[in-house]
Nanobody, 126 residues
Framework: VQLQASGGGLVQAGDSLRLSCAAS????????VGWFRQAPGKEREFVAA????????IYADSVKGRFTISRDNAKNMVYLQMNDLKPEDTAVYYC????????????????????WGQGTLVTVSS
């Protein structure tokens, strides 16, 4: 499956932004999708994930209550709605996919994901 992330930009603290991840190539509903981010000089970190059917989601503690992940399998799209953005949310955001049966605690690891899109840069100014 091929993934393409978009929607990044420069915003101010407290603003909202919605990232999109477009998928193509295979049956999208067979894949869990996750969002990761990587700030300059830091390792890539887990942000959120949604299960194949959309019924299960998990979030990093740092974004819980502010970010919402959702998917539209009919459109082969996954979204990350980001509210109340903070300067520490500044990073390149990546979407990823895997065909595992479910998402769980292990989904927070980079190695759990098989397919990656290119990143989209989110910059939050204070």
């Amino acid at each position: 499956v091929q993934l393409q992330a978009s929607g990044g930009g420069l915003v101010q603290a407290g603003d909202s932004l919605r990232l999109s991840c477009a998928a193509s190539g295979r049956t999208f509903s067979n894949y869990n999708v996750g969002w990761f981010r990587q700030a300059p000089g830091k390792e890539r970190e887990f942000v959120a994930a949604v299960s194949r059917g959309g019924g299960s989601t998990i979030y990093a503690d740092s974004v819980k209550g502010r970010f919402t992940i959702s998917r539209d399998n009919a459109k082969n799209m996954v979204y990350l709605q980001m509210n109340d953005l903070k300067p520490e949310d500044t990073a390149v955001y990546y979407c990823a996919a895997n065909p595992q049966y479910r998402i769980d605690w292990y989904s927070r690891g980079v190695s759990s994901w098989d397919y990656w899109g290119q990143g989209t840069l989110v910059t939050v100014s204070s």
